[in-house]
């Protein structure tokens, strides 16, 4: 353990300076690693603390600090008590999911003895010739029952819904569009608003799948991208893609005039040369580039038609960058020959190589590249590519360029030019803006390379500070039984009872004789407006933002399910965090979903019509041949014991789409009465059934995962921490750095601070205590 005195606090920005007793270059520190009883708040200059430190990209950074307690030195301002920090909830959470060895392959006898009172009603068909397996794996996987018999209960719930919060259900048609911006209008039968079927039960999947444990249905099984280190970022060495005599692609190393060393950092100056082109247009200016050292006395070079990937010569000037004390070669001059060159001064250098440009796409980038390899081209080592990095390169630059390819268009159709900086935006990247030229490998292509120590080359990557495509899929972090089902003989309860569409490419295509899909056994009509309690005026939302899975603190868990900010998809015991759900909100603060300053642009939509809380809606669901368990099941995740309200439509994150169901009536079907008589039609009420059928379903669930009771699952101690009434009063809104929105919509920062500095993951759904607002540099705001 170190030891030292505090420097220096700076308490708005949340960090502070470390002097070490044993002299030497201070120690930086962040507010979240202060530890003891002194908070960070309460430092003061002077202060003897014990440290734990670690080499970071900017220089020394302590890990953890604490403060040598000492007589009278632990003064807390009683005001600063007071306050207590501003936290929030964030607008979505996730809900475990039960690990599958916990299941037992089969249920108790408490659903025989349910079932067997309805065979005694009538209500269930005897099963002779049936070849479905008994009820025995109907919490787990196994063969639908089939269509065109009875062996099933069968009949209709009749429900009730009610708006909580403002609700909005957008319409296909009508929608108008303002330049870049679109205004929608709630969905309408006979201009009357209504709420589809299709809507209603995407919501009641999406909590039977959760209660029953049922397959991710929609898991979305992709590579994702990360952004690599820095520090990792300097091994990459710069490379030219060819191919050689036998048509196969290679990569030429051009490490400049430095040693190349395999999986390391350079011992010397940096592989490539810069190329000032943007220190007098930098869209956020650096102190460094701007000083008086020979660093910041560099001035743009003109670049005379030179273009990227263009083959030519350089005069160069080695140059130490004052602050991070590395060298690299400035390029001073390029020309087509050699003899073009204007006469080397003293310690300059010239080199053959080829001009890498990226364009201008970060706010303080100040240079572009310069790739070579000595003076002789042809004497540059060639390593051999293969076919999967090849694969990854190219799954990488699709990622780039679907991540940003609305925000392209959108410039194109503003008459600008994405490869150039709009304003304070940066440009986009040349790959992302020229999408056909980055569909496949080309000759004389110019990328950075990780070259292992068998000097092979481990992937490749288009800029000096890139994303990197993870090894994992999505799918790799959740359990196989999880995963979407793939076997008509092996499906799931939700899908045995909503439906299943095969959806992995399994390579049956074209099979015949394999099951591909199987008809859901309930119906859902369109709910029908029975009371208006009026409309919110036309309103412009606020962003909504798209998911970022990337976010592995919010995304992952350790293998334990737990909250971290240590996992990645590369990290084969980390799991996915489970299924994400919008908490409920009790109320839906305008603050929130109201776009500041209303306005409107290609970044928010406006909706028309928003219905005010207070609404009721009526709806029925037909049902057929559900076995007791599941009809259970389906009656739960309609009511969800009268503690949960559902999440539906548009703008959940915002505080919309509260809405409460009730059942009004259950009624079924007895075939033998309605196949057997012409004076009865078999239907009848069975208002006494209801909660059988439901504990029923909650004893033999809770008996099945090997819990005390249903309401110790995990799952269902997830899904009410998200639904219910919030136990505290914190607002719900998406991480942002300060508690007015930004009408920028600059919610990234959050994100930008805290994977820098404070590392805080989203808690678990039932501990979750809020998170801080923090700024871009990692300070905590109040």
Not at 324 to 344: D, G, I, T
Not at 570 to 598: I, P, T, V, W
Request: aromatic share 10%; proline share 7%; hydrophobic share 35%.
């Amino acid at each position: 353990m170190a030891t030292g005195k505090i420097k220096r606090v700076i308490e708005s920005k949340g960090y502070g300076f470390i002097q070490p007793s044993q002299g030497g270059e201070d120690v930086w520190f962040h507010l979240s690693v202060v530890k003891g009883d002194v908070r960070f708040e309460q430092l003061q200059v002077g202060m003897e603390v014990e440290y734990q430190f670690k080499k970071g990209p900017r220089g020394l950074q302590a890990t953890s600090v604490q403060v040598v307690m000492g007589q009278g030195q632990v003064p807390a301002p009683p005001e600063r008590r007071a306050q207590p920090p501003y936290r929030f909830l964030n607008p979505y959470n996730f809900v475990r999911f039960i690990p599958p060895s916990n299941g037992k392959s089969e249920i108790s006898s408490a659903d025989t003895a349910v079932g067997s009172a309805l065979k005694k009603k009538g209500y269930i068909q005897p099963q002779a010739g049936s070849t479905r397996s008994k009820e025995d794996l109907l919490l787990g996987k196994c063969p639908p029952p089939p269509h065109d018999r009875y062996i099933g209960v069968s009949g209709k719930i009749i429900c009730l819904l009610e708006t909580f919060s403002p609700l909005f259900i957008s319409s296909a048609e009508r929608i108008e569009h303002r330049q870049d911006h679109n205004a929608y209008e709630f969905f309408k039968i006979d201009g009357k608003p209504a709420i589809p079927g299709s809507s209603l039960r995407g919501m009641l999947r999406s909590v039977f799948e959760t209660v029953t444990n049922s397959c991710f249905s929609n898991l979305t099984d992709s590579r994702l991208s990360y952004h690599l280190e820095p520090a990792k970022a300097l091994k990459l060495v710069p490379a030219r893609i060819e191919k050689n005599g036998t048509d196969a692609w290679v990569l030429r190393l051009l490490p400049g005039f430095t040693e190349l060393r395999p999986g390391k950092r350079p011992e010397g100056p940096q592989y490539a040369a810069w190329v000032p082109l943007y220190l007098s247009s930098m869209l956020r200016p650096s102190r460094n580039a701007q000083s008086s050292s020979p660093y910041g006395s560099r001035t743009d070079l003109a670049l005379n038609g030179f273009e990227h990937k263009t083959q030519c010569w350089a005069r160069l000037r080695l140059v130490e960058h004052p602050q991070r004390h590395f060298k690299f070669w400035n390029v001073e001059q390029l020309a087509h020959s050699e003899e073009q060159l204007s006469p080397l001064r003293d310690g300059e250098r010239k080199a053959q190589g080829y001009l890498c440009i990226t364009n201008q796409n970060i706010e303080n980038k100040h240079d572009e590249r310069f790739f070579f390899c000595g003076e002789d081209l042809e004497k540059a080592k060639v390593i051999s590519l293969n076919g999967k990095v090849e694969e990854d390169y190219l799954t990488l630059i699709q990622d780039y360029q679907d991540r940003h390819r609305d925000s392209v268009q959108s410039r194109i159709r503003d008459r600008k030019k994405p490869e150039r900086p709009d304003g304070k935006e940066p440009a986009y990247s040349r790959f992302i803006v020229h999408e056909n030229e980055s569909k496949a490998l080309q000759h004389g292509d110019l990328v950075y390379a990780m070259i292992d120590e068998n000097k092979e080359a481990e992937f490749i990557v288009p800029v000096s500070v890139p994303r990197v495509t993870y090894d994992n899929r999505i799918s790799k972090l959740l359990p196989k039984s999880l995963s979407p089902c793939e076997n008509y003989d092996e499906l799931c309860p939700a899908c045995r009872v909503f439906g299943w569409v095969h959806q992995l490419d399994d390579g049956n295509k074209g099979d015949t004789s394999k099951h591909v899909a199987y008809a859901g056994r309930v119906q859902i009509s369109h709910a029908e407006l029975k009371y208006d309690n009026g409309t919110l005026p036309e309103t412009p939302l606020a962003i909504l933002s798209s998911p970022k899975p990337t976010t592995t603190s919010f995304y992952l868990s350790d293998g334990r399910q737990q909250a971290t900010v240590d996992a990645d998809y590369n990290d084969s015991s980390a799991l996915l965090r489970g299924r994400k759900f919008y908490r409920h909100h009790k109320r839906a603060e305008e603050e929130n979903y109201y776009r500041a300053g209303g306005r409107c642009d290609d970044q928010n939509r406006t909706v028309r019509d928003a219905l005010a809380p207070g609404a009721r809606f009526e709806f029925n669901i037909h049902f057929q041949n559900l076995a007791p368990l599941e009809l259970g099941a389906l009656l739960w995740a309609l009511e969800m014991d009268q503690q949960c309200f559902h999440r539906l439509g548009f703008a959940k994150p915002l505080g919309f789409g509260s809405v409460k169901i009730t059942i009004k009536e259950l009624q079924v079907l007895d075939p033998g009465q309605r196949y057997d008589s012409l004076e009865h039609d078999g239907w009848q009420p069975v208002p006494n059934w209801q909660g059988r059928l439901v504990e029923t379903f909650k004893a033999v669930l809770a008996d099945f995962h090997r819990c005390a009771n249903f309401d110790a699952l995990p799952n269902v101690q997830d899904l009410r921490a998200l639904l219910s009434e919030q136990a505290t009063n914190l607002p719900i809104h998406y991480p942002r750095s300060s508690r007015r929105p930004d009408p920028e919509g600059k919610n990234f920062e959050w994100f930008m601070g805290n994977n820098r500095y404070v590392h805080q993951p989203l808690a678990l759904a039932t501990e979750d205590r809020g998170l801080p607002l923090i700024t871009r540099d990692g300070a905590v705001v109040n």
